[in-house]
């Protein structure tokens, strides 16, 4: 059984641009969540996707936001790139809604130069 | 707002030593608790959840419980080996569908 996959592994962007991460959950999972991890902020969320959804949203500015697909696949996507976006984004796919277990890809590690 | 806190934030201990991680949470009214682990660069790869109905769980050498009351959780590593080398993770799941609040990490390392 496939697990949760990120692409692309590796980014490299120039401030001001914009960038999109695509992240494909486990067969049959429906929930889609987003991570920031940063040396200095750790672990954060960013937002959950359940059946093409929004339901949760962290706190983080408006050039953060993403969608989900039908098929459940989901893309988050920030604008005006800032130094300080540079980070590994993690994406985690959990089956259903509430209380059930997260599985996290391999994650996209952004570089903002 | 919960927050979670693992202490200490880095461990050394010899191969074969019995070791036990902390993690401890502010608000107790949590849905689940879960343990991970993170190799350098690396995604996070999920070890053990523990409803909170539930005290412990087991898998193979390791054993996580959970006390809400007191707002703590322990990963417990039996007989550790050079491979448990890596940043152990813990996370308070709420009442907010899948959205997970992690400490901080405790960075393992086990030498031969």
């Known amino acids: 059984k496939a697990g949760v996959t990120q692409t692309p592994r590796y980014l490299i962007k120039t401030r001001g641009q914009q960038v999109t991460l695509s992240c494909s959950p486990i067969?049959?999972?429906?929930?889609v969540s987003w991570y920031q991890q940063t040396p200095g902020q750790g672990l954060q969320f960013l937002f959950e996707y359940f059946s093409e959804t929004q339901r949760n949203k962290g706190n983080f500015p408006g050039r953060f936001s993403g969608r989900q697909f039908s098929n459940s696949r989901s893309e988050m996507n920030v604008s005006t790139l800032e130094l300080g976006d540079s980070a590994l984004y993690l994406c985690?796919?959990?089956?259903?809604?509430?209380?059930?277990?997260?599985?996290f890809g391999q994650g996209t590690r952004l570089t903002v130069v | 707002k919960q927050e979670v806190t693992q202490i200490p934030a880095a461990l050394s201990v010899p191969e074969g030593e019995n070791l036990v991680l902390n993690c401890s949470f502010t608000?107790?009214?949590?849905?689940?608790l879960q343990w991970f682990r993170q190799d350098p660069g690396k995604g996070l790869t999920s070890l053990l959840l523990?409803?909170?109905?539930?005290r412990e769980q087991t898998s193979g050498r390791l054993n996580a419980s959970l006390d809400k009351s007191s707002g703590r959780s322990t990963l417990y590593i039996a007989a550790s080996q050079p491979g448990d080398s890596a940043t152990y993770l813990c996370?308070?799941?709420?009442?907010?569908?899948?959205?997970?609040?992690f400490g901080g990490g405790t960075r393992l390392m086990v030498k031969p």
């Open positions: 996370a308070s799941g709420g009442n907010a569908g899948n959205m997970l609040t």
């Open positions: 985690a796919s959990s089956v259903g809604w509430g209380r059930t277990e997260a599985f």
């Open positions: 523990i409803q909170s109905s539930q």
């Open positions: 608000d107790s009214a949590i849905y689940n």
């Open positions: 067969s049959g999972h429906r929930s």
